[in-house]
DNA sequence: AGCACGCCGACT
DNA sequence: GTCGGCGTGCTC
């Protein structure tokens, strides 16, 4: 008698453990001894029926074998995940501590996930129908569109959606015609892939001796970390170009992971122009069958070239030759909640363990990056000059000590934009603040507007006119009256974009003035129209938020000014300095990037400061350097590695109460030493958000092995403590984010 | 996490 | 009389 096969499945509970399935009843012997790691598998699960990742088939279970049920379907007998890309998901769900299912949840497109069959749509087309055919040409005159259709189809018999978008008819039409039962739904013909016979659409620039440099550095075939190190027009992506058509003459596939603002349909264009084999893309403005089509064509090796943001690192590849990541030092790689991974780091280990070379890209490396070039465990590659021979722009720092600030500008910066206009350039005003005002205030008592489910002020914003809370999103009116003391003398303090806004359109009222924040551009393609409308070239005044730093380029800018460079140098997540450093360069780096020389005005109460000092005339690498000296001094990053234990309840008792306990758990575990110590239970910098109590458990190590150790041993300990369950709780390996 | 079951307050 | 509040218990 052949003994029992046993499913053990992943599944998306945050129980952090497996379940055994007995096969799907109508399954013979034979298909179960094909199945493999990997495999998706629908069961029932309690009362719900969920879709699973296959571990691995196995004949005993230290469950009761009465209780084991069945699997109700294989979903597809080829596994959604190699193993390969299966095993680096377990080893990141055990190294972030997220439970398995979990991690393969979010590693699989959502279409996947609900049981949806992993295949190619075939791309919908329209044909004409009996009825139609039947018409005359020339028939349905009275509608030029609908005539333009009839005739299109007549010629072509099968059109697609973008074929029917290509001709200028909209879909209104379509719907038109199919409703009088003239053309009809089908598919398109199955076409056989045809194979470029070059990969180039456009021959490869030639590079300039630094990138040519820098290029032949790059070992393929092997594992190696390289840091390309370059400013923005330093000719960073002609080198990612290079590195990509050597992979694709071997017959091996790219994948390009970008920050998530920085995915725009010209960053795909500019790949697609160079090469002639396919580009697919993930980002977030897919709907959920365009990212499994895309991901689907990964796999099958159809697409070539893979370009997307952080979640892209798990797409399954299997011909993978290189990964490049642009911007490493972007926080968006690092995900937030949930499966709190790195895709920068993921990427160092899907490399090493697939032995291919691994490029990040920056003109402002994170620390962790620029720590692990000077220990030699990445190779540093530098491209100093700038394309086109632009000058690099002329900085300026403005002691607005004492001075008198209109709208929170200096009389010298607006000066500054009013000559920059009047010679015909364009400006860019850089405040990292959406919203009117960061907060309304009441001149008579002080009353100041808070969320009342958050720990912070509301913002106030002008159109439509309301408060806004940007931690919780709850929204109320502007009160007309204090609400403390009924006074009418409410006032709004402080500056955000709207307000500068404001004020530029007063004083420059012959300018167009162009915000640029999540606000003004959250309509479809209302990014695209504001880039259209300052390609023009025709003077122009920018405002806006850190979207205006990252991945557009601004060709006509000659001034940018940066309202307040102070913010970030006081805070209290101790990668405040970093990041505004990163930031600062980035909105500089926007200034004189074509013929025309730049200048940057920096507004700031402490331009005498080291730090600032330092970035602005010795650059980032000094800058870098001074940090790294004090998180060396203060045993931070990247000298140590963190992880925090965050806690969050309703009563904050509850939550508190559960980090001492962990606290206590883990000193019984490892006492806390030099080596590994422990802080807190602290607060949140948010104590309160959402109406929830947060607090955290910070854990510091010398190294990595044994902060993993207790890490997994304190997990099992609060897993099986009841208080667990009433707390929202989860770790957070190498945090980018203290609060 | 979901989702059930289970025992107490204000309403069609 | 019910609808529904969230406490707690379970999922192979």
Redesign the pocket.
Known sequence: MPSLTLLEIAL????R??????PPEDMSESELQRLSAGVLVR??????EMTGVLIQTKTH?D?NIE???PALAIIDQTPALDSALLELILWAADYYQCPEGEALSTALPVLLRQGEAAEERRETCWQLTTEGKGLPAGALKRSPKQALLLEALQAHNKLSRSDIAALEIPATIIKTLTDKGIIEKTFADETTPKTPASIFRQAPLTLSDEQQIAFDQISFGQFQVSLLDGATGSGKTEVYLQAIAKVLEHGQQALVLVPEIGLTPQTIARFQKRFAVEVAALHSGLNDRERLDAWLHARSGKARILIGTRSAIFTPMPALGIIIIDEEHDGSFKQQDGFRYSARDLAVVRANRLQIPLILGSATASLETLNNAQQGRYQHLHLHARAGNAKPAEIQLLDIRGQTLTEGFALDTKIAIGNEIAAGNQVLVFLNRRGYAPTLECHDCGWLANCPHCDVRMTVHQTPRHLHCHHCGHQRPVPHKCPSCKSSRLQPLGQGTERSEIALRDWFPNTPIIRVDRDSTRNKNAMDKILNEVHQGEPCILIGTQMLAKGHHFADVTLVVIIDADAGLFSTDFRGPERMGQLLLQVAGRAGRAEKSGRVILQSHHTDHPLVQTLFFKGYQAFADLILQERQITQLPPFRYLALLRAETKRPEIALEFLKLARHEAESIFPSSPQLNYLGPLPAMIERRGDRFRFQLQFNSAQRKPLHLLLTQLVEKLDAN?LS??V?WAVDVDPSEMG
């Open positions: 998306p509970t945050p129980l453990r497996r379940f055994d399935y007995l069961v029932p699960f309690g009362h719900q279970t469950q209780k084991l049920r009841a369950k009433r929202r």
